[in-house]
Nanobody, 124 residues
Framework: QVQLAESGGGLVQAGGSLTLSCAAS????????MGWFRQAPGKEREFVAR????????SYADSVKGRFTISRDNAKSTLYLRMDNLKPEDTAVYYC?????????????????WGQGTQVTVSS
């Protein structure tokens, strides 16, 4: 069973940057596809980005494409999300997830393990 712990959230002005990290323990990190999701108050948890086992392939939500970059370091059992040109609508709690499935359309149901989340707030 994998335990996930996000870090790196905070308050940033619009146009700024943040890098989130997700440290994994208790399992073999390289056995899992990894994803980032976010949830704003009163809204459903939504897909942000995902990356396959080896890191060779990734996909993004249209709302973040060209601004966010997902990456992983399997030797360090850590997932990253580099967020540039942040907008107020990016404000949410960001969660990382680990799962064994990779379908055509990413959904939160593909992920078996979740972290506790880290808050990202973007001021205008």
């Amino acid at each position: 069973q994998v335990q996930l712990a996000e870090s790196g959230g905070g308050l940033v002005q619009a146009g700024g940057s943040l890098t989130l990290s997700c440290a994994a323990s208790g399992g073999t990190f390289s056995n899992y596809h990894m994803g980032w999701f976010r949830q704003a108050p009163g809204k459903e948890r939504e897909f942000v980005a995902r990356i396959i086992l080896s890191g060779a392939r990734s996909s993004y939500a249209d709302s973040v494409k060209g601004r966010f970059t997902i990456s992983r370091d399997n030797a360090k059992s850590t997932l990253y999300l580099r967020m540039d040109n942040l907008k107020p609508e990016d404000t949410a709690v960001y969660y990382c997830g680990a799962g064994s499935r990779w379908s055509r359309t990413p959904t939160k149901d593909e992920y078996d393990y979740w972290g506790q989340g880290t808050q990202v707030t973007v001021s205008s």
